[in-house]
């Protein structure tokens, strides 16, 4: 089955491919968009995710990033069947059950509409930003897409990593 989506605009405004309207765009018009994707069928609407875009990375990045589950969860409330795509999450910034729980309840409050879309992350200076070992990322993630998936099946998981 293919599944058809896409990645919003005015959330994450990267130079590569911020629209010149979305400077001035905000939470309107990002509803607009994701209502006008459930209108026309789409399976989903995803965000991205940084937390912390370095100044050396901010001219080809900038440093408009919204919070990703915030963000669709804000959108959760204004539609009804679209699913809500992260894409993608990066979990090696984030305590594995912090992200569960937010997953988790992202994903109730959304009547089941949520996927977890995880990754690497690519910038070092993010990963420096947050006292993260960027040359552990991989090893983090393995340990982290295990616990969270634990996490999500047990109430009462333990994980060792």
Not at 28 to 52: G, I, P
Not at 53 to 72: K, Y
Not at 79 to 88: A, C, D, E, K, P
Request: include cysteine.
């Amino acid at each position: 089955m293919v599944a058809f989506g896409m990645q919003l605009p005015i959330q994450s405004q990267s130079t590569i491919f911020v629209q010149p309207w979305e400077p001035q765009a905000g939470a309107a018009e990002l509803v607009q968009v994701a209502q006008a994707c459930e209108a026309a069928r789409f399976d989903y609407v995803a965000v991205c995710d940084h937390v912390a875009i370095p100044a050396a990375n901010a001219d080809a990045m900038s440093t408009t990033w919204w919070d990703t589950i915030a963000t669709l969860s804000y959108l959760a409330a204004v539609t009804q069947r679209v699913r809500l795509l992260s894409h993608v999450y990066v979990l090696p910034y984030r305590h594995p059950l912090t992200a569960a729980k937010a997953w988790a309840t992202l994903d109730r409050l959304s009547g089941g509409r949520a996927i977890l879309g995880v990754g690497t992350g690519h910038v070092e200076g993010e990963f420096e930003a947050l006292d993260v070992p960027f040359s552990d990322r991989g090893r983090l993630l393995d340990e982290a897409i295990d616990a969270v998936r634990a996490a999500l099946t047990d109430e009462f998981t333990t994980h060792d990593g």
